[in-house]
Each structure stands twice: as C-alpha cells, then as structure tokens.
C-alpha cells in the first residue's frame, strides 16, 4: 500500500480507508512499499489465512464481521502457537471500490487491530472480476524457540479445548435455513450462533498460558475431529475422547438434547477458533486456573493414547461414535 | 498450510506439492499452523503483493511464470528497501486442485526461492470460484532502522534506475495483439518483451548496495511516471527527468525510433520491476560502480529539484513530454 500527492484510484481508496489504521511506526503511514517489525529477540511467528466471499463468509455477511473474521482466524492461530500479536498485513481483492462496503470493514478492522494489540504494518488492494477475498497475514512474538507445535503430543496427556464447540457450525446452517434455522425458535440463541460464525473470538488472552503450560497447541479451525486427527498425526499418537465432556452451548446442547442435530455435526463442523491443546495431567489444574483468571473457561475432554489410529470419540457408555467425515476441506 | 495423516484435499495438495519447497527449520515441514522467523537483530521489512488471473497475469500464462512472478514481484519490493530476502508466505486461491497447472507452478517457485535465498514458510491454499490470485508477503531483514524509505529523497540529488524501462508493458502489449505485436516482427524481441512481462528481474543483488547509497528508493511496479512521482510525494520534492537518459532496451528503442510508440507508452507503463532511487552527486559512482560488479546496469536519468509539482518529463530540447495518465490504477 502506498500512496502519494498524484493520488490514482487505489492510492486514494488506501489514503482514506487504511492510513488511520497506520498507527503503527512500522507502517510507515503506508506512505512506504513495506512495513517493518523492529527486532526484540523474539522469534517472530508467521501465520496467512484468506477468507473468500461464498467460501468461508456468505456474500451479505457484514462488512464489519469480514473485517474482523478475517483477522481474528490469523489471530486464533497465533493464540494457539503462545505468540503475543505484533501486527499484520492485509491483502484485499475487490470487484469495486464501494465507499459503503469499505468504511465499515476499515472501520472494524481498526478497532480490532487496536483490541487486539495487532497494527496494521501494510497490504496490497487488487481488483478482481470475481468473488471477494481478504487474506491477511499475521505476525507474533515468541521468546526464542518457544513457539508451542501441533507435534509435541504424548501418550497420558489430557486433550485440552476452550469456549465451546460447534456453534459457528449451527450459525452457518441458520444463515442457511433448514431444520437447524427452524428450530432454533428463539431468536436471541440464533442470534448468538450466527455471531460465533461471523466473528470468532480469537482466544489472544491464552497465548502465554498455553506456552507455558501445552505440550501440543494448534486452533480448532476445520472442526474438532479433523484437527485433533492432524495434531495426533504430526505428534504420532491417538486419542480417546469423551463426547460428553466436549463444552457446548447452551444453544447446541438443546438442539442435541432434542434429537435436530447429533455430536457428529458440532465435532466435525468448522470455524470454532478455539485452542485445541494437550498436557500432562499436573499442567491441567494450573492451566485451567490461569485460564480461568484470563477470562476463558477451558475443558478437559480427553486422553492422548498411543497408536497411529484416527481419534476415538466415546459417549458416556464407551460407544464409539461413528463419524463420516472428520472436518471440512476445500478441494 | 498443514497436513496430517488424515489428509483432506487441501492436505495433500499440500504435501504433495508445497512440502518439498519447505527447506528452512522455520517452516516446520508445513506441519504446524505456522512459520517462524529467528532473531538476527535486524528489521524484519515485511511486504505484501497479490497477482490475480486477467488482471496481472493472463490466464493463458503458463504456470511456471504466473509462480514466478507472484514471489519477484516481492522480491522486488524488499531490494528496493535494501532488504535481504528471509523467507515468505503464500496464499493460493485456486478454483480446482489441478495437477498440470499446480506441479509446474510448484516447481518454479521452489526454484526461485532457492535462487534467491527466500524460503517457503507456510501458508493457505483456498478455493475460488472466481479468478485464480496468488498472494505473496515476503520478508526481508535490514540492520535496525536502515530500511530504505520513499520519502528521503533531497533537493539536487541524481535519480537513479536500473536496468531498462518500459520493457513489461511492450511485452503485454504484444500478448494483447495489435500493433506493437505486428511492428515487432523479430520473434526473439518479442519473446524477449514478453519475457520481461511474465517473469520480472528483481533487484535483489542490489539490495546492500541501494542501503549504502540511496537517499530514497521504491521499486517500479506501476510506470515509472506515476512511481516516480509517488516518491517526490512523500519527500516533498518534484524531479525533471531527461526522456532521452531512461534506459531502453533495443527493442523497445526500435519501436520508439521507428513511431510504433512513443516514449510515454514506456514511462507509464507498468511491470518493470526495475529500482528507483536517488542519491547525492558523489554517490553516483560508487552506486554505479557496485551494481555493475553486481552485475546490473544503472542509469542516471534526472534530477531531484524543489517544488511540489508532479516530476517533469523532457525531450532533448527540454520540452516537457505530455502524459495523459501517470500510471496504472485498479480502481
């Protein structure tokens, strides 16, 4: 992003739109062809995720819950590898200029940038014929080597997750219609369930507490099932979990209480952002107090085990639940 | 990016063709939710830019070129802020997972982040329903505070560029047809033109030696007319630049010569991917000295003067060339 006194179309949507973001020194105003990070002896984690318009937000979503998913997925990310944000750069591709779209997608994205301590550093707006797309890459600090991996799961571990799971699956459905829409009658839990769809909340909070305490750590992003069977994978073990135990809503549990859905759709449904993570069982009482002090209730639902096999997940009798597909993918 | 044994159609995709290119220990294999950057205490110099199908690139440009140019493009970015290339992240949104474009594709930009010394550290590969786009940030590192800005630019200093100008936009013009495809009838100059089009020349072996000298630098991505006069912008100062010193290559000249274009379709063109920079008289030898061992030619083309009028174009009789647009704007 770059803009000067002959101002050209992008300059100008940039000028208006973005250089009140650029509070950041490292931005250089966006007056530069690039931003900086100023070097602190931390290692400086890098995390890119692109949200598409029909793909991963629906085209009358918003503007300002684009703005802030497309952050708050990047920034779930670096919750989950223990980085601290330290800023991020946006790439926006756009059928047009529209002045009513941009002002409130700039408008969010600033009030999270400053929520969440994470300034924009630079970017690039591209037009493009076809669907819209934001994709935004963030950076976060770690202390030297101390960025927490999907691999370092082990066998006696507990499987730890914050928040909820599976509400932004419900939420997508509602915008969808169907049965979910339909019997969520009350309108303030659909309301609810669409919000965790359109903006996660990214649990930034968490990112020391997870480094000081996971073995493992990735962010729920493509469902429960699908991502606990990759970090199981990379770590090379297996897992049991209790189905019971995985934190709901009170908007999920009544719909699985009255048979409208089963677990299968909230473990295996995307867009949760929540941390995933594993320790040892002296790590869980610590974790979850300091957790419990950064505002964020977490759960344990499992046991690492070993073996190569997918994840297990149980009910209460110890029943395996069969699950069709583990998480979502693209292609 | 990340893939597990579980391996959905993204994973794979993944694995298959990204993980080779993933060299560097802060890549992790692709396996993680994220790269890293180990502290060197330099400047990270951080830059974004995105390419998107019928609008920086053809549709029917081959894979291996459309790769290419995604990362140079940023290559060229971070040379020109005398940046050292340290790595870089990809966002892909492709319509289908297709093998005959991606393994090309994939192979070409392994090649170029080895040559250039800019490893893969992660990434995210969407789906589209619309236009190809590739998104690249790369990230660069300069000794602390020494990034090469646009705005240092001062009164009486020489501009400086390298290479030649006006090359990309000839190329495209020939992929386009028309008459710049039918006056230049020599196939090897066209190929040539072309050439410059599809797979820009980064500056990258230049950037040490634009940091030792220059005052102000930018890369020329949009005309050299409209970069140009960004940079007085931000310096706050205006340049007269001497039409008959832009370097040229032959085959541009011959057209030029020969009334098939005149110079302003070269100045204002986009594409070039050439340095941009200014420096003091004394300054002005060394540079030119150091890039030739580097082995890029530079050429000093004007002189940085006071004001704030847009930088003044002239022929040899110092009348001033009329231009009717600055450069190429999405908007």
């Known amino acids: ?90 790439t926006l591709a756009l059928r047009s200029a529209d002045e009513v779209w941009l002002k409130p997608f700039a408008s969010a994205l600033g009030e999270d940038a400053a929520q969440f301590g994470c300034p924009l550093l630079g970017g690039d707006t591209v037009s493009t014929p076809g669907p819209l797309m934001v994709s935004v890459t963030a950076f976060g600090r770690v202390p030297p080597g101390r960025m927490v991996h999907r691999s370092g799961a082990g066998v006696g571990e507990r499987v730890m997750v914050t928040g909820t799971i599976g509400d932004a699956a419900l939420g997508l459905a509602i915008l969808r219609g169907g049965k979910v829409h339909a019997a969520a009658s009350d309108k303030a839990a659909r309301d609810a369930l669409v919000g965790r769809y359109r903006v996660p909340q990214p649990r930034v909070a968490l990112a020391e507490i997870v480094r000081d305490h996971a073995s493992a750590a990735m962010d729920v992003s493509d469902g429960l099932a699908g991502d606990l069977a990759k970090l199981c994978s990379v770590s090379g073990v297996s897992a049991v979990i209790e189905v019971d135990a995985i934190p709901l809503s009170d908007a999920a549990r009544d719909l699985v209480t009255r048979g409208v859905i089963g677990p299968e759709t909230l473990i295996t449904g995307g867009d949760d952002y929540e941390i995933l993570c594993t320790m040892a069982e002296d790590r869980v009482g610590p974790f979850t107090q300091a957790a419990w002090v950064a505002g964020v209730a977490v759960s344990s639902i499992g046991t690492i085990v070993a073996g190569s096999s997918v994840p297990k997940f149980v009910d209460k009798e110890g029943r395996e639940i069969a699950l069709e597909r583990l998480s979502y993918s693209h292609f």
């Open 1 to 90: 992003m770059a803009s000067g006194k002959p101002a050209s179309g992008e300059d100008s949507l940039i000028a208006c739109y973005f250089r009140p973001l650029a509070t950041d020194p490292g931005a250089y105003s966006l007056d530069d062809d690039a931003g900086a990070l100023m070097p602190s002896g931390d290692d400086i984690v890098v995390t890119t995720d692109a949200i598409v318009e029909g793909v991963h937000f629906l085209p009358d979503d918003p503007p300002d819950t684009v703005a802030r998913k497309a952050l708050r997925v990047n920034l779930s990310d670096l919750a989950a590898k223990g980085a601290v944000p330290a800023g991020f750069v946006l």
